[in-house]
């Protein structure tokens, strides 16, 4: 959290980026959690809490559009805990993300929604070592590909 860090010594009065340590616990899912303001220009840009007993596990994360309205949520709604060699290790282990998003309609204006989706772990090992092979990726034959990068599209060849 080093880019918090960096925000630590300014106030809201300096109108750079502060952020603000609520003083009272708030519940989320049952936990007793610090809440954590950034606070840019007087208005809060995003809202992280903080689950104490769980190792300051982020337990729910709010981020704020422009216009003060909620732009995109993330809330625990369950935990689970992987014993390790030095101690434990909590993590999310059921959630729910929300999103306001954008698009445009026949008409060419922007309409907005909200996503939402249900996040849940199965299984979860800490520590793992991975390698660059560990991000290789290979489509499957017959796969039809959009490369933005190149700007081509291909239909992968093969068995």
């Keep these: 959290m080093e ?13 750079k980026p502060c952020t603000v340590v609520k003083p009272n616990v708030e519940m989320v899912s049952g936990e007793p959690c610090h809440v954590l303001e950034l606070v840019h220009g007087g208005k809060v840009m995003s809202k992280t809490w903080f689950a104490h007993d769980k190792g ?14 909620l732009g995109h949520e993330i809330v625990v ?21 929300m999103a306001i998003v954008g698009a445009h309609d026949n008409s060419g204006n922007i309409v907005y929604g909200t996503v939402t989706h249900q ?14 092979s560990t991000f290789q990726f290979e489509f499957p034959a017959g796969t039809e590909v959009r490369d933005e990068v190149r700007g081509v599209d291909y239909t992968v060849m093969g068995k």
């Design 77 to 97: 709604l369950d935990t689970a805990k992987v014993e390790t060699d030095t101690d434990a290790t909590w993590y999310p282990s059921k959630a729910t993300q």
């Design 56 to 69: 300051m596990l982020p337990m729910r994360f709010q981020m704020f559009l422009d216009d003060g309205k």
């Design 3 to 15: 880019w918090v860090s960096g925000m630590i010594g300014n106030t809201m009065e300096s109108g």
């Design 119 to 132: 996040l849940q772990v199965f299984e979860f090992t800490p520590n793992v070592e991975v390698d660059e």
